[in-house]
Nanobody
Framework: EVQLKESGGGSVQPGGSLRLSCTASGFAYVGFDTYAMSWIRQAPGKGVEWVAGIAKGAGGNPAYAGAVKGRFVISRDNAKNALYLQMNNLKPEDSATYFC?????????RGPGTRVTVSS
């Protein structure tokens, strides 16, 4: 069973940046590179929102939600079984718990999440 663990969250002022990381383990028969991956988020009292997705393998043609496009960059390092989310020009509305997930749309396994708070 694939296990995911996010890190890198914290508190930042509007306009600031954070880089989230997700490490994956538990691959029995296939490797991390065979999974499309994604980031999703959930703000307090709100539903889950898909943030970004990246294809399996080299991860070409990543996709982003409109709310983060141009500010966030998803990437992966298959040698490290790692997924990243570089978040720039953060806004208060980006405050949420962020989860990495298997699958491009965030419908797969998730980690416990990492909390991001954007506030002045």
């Amino acid at each position: 069973e694939v296990q995911l663990k996010e890190s890198g969250g914290g508190s930042v002022q509007p306009g600031g940046s954070l880089r989230l990381s997700c490490t994956a383990s538990g691959f029995a028969y296939v490797g991390f590179d065979t999974y499309a991956m994604s980031w999703i988020r959930q703000a307090p009292g709100k539903g889950v929102e898909w943030v970004a997705g990246i294809a399996k393998g080299a991860g070409g043609n990543p996709a982003y939600a409109g709310a983060v496009k141009g500010r966030f960059v998803i990437s992966r390092d298959n040698a490290k079984n790692a997924l990243y989310l570089q978040m720039n020009n953060l806004k208060p509305e980006d405050s949420a718990t962020y989860f990495c997930s298997t699958g491009f749309t965030g419908a797969g396994s998730r980690g416990p999440g990492t909390r991001v708070t954007v506030s002045s």
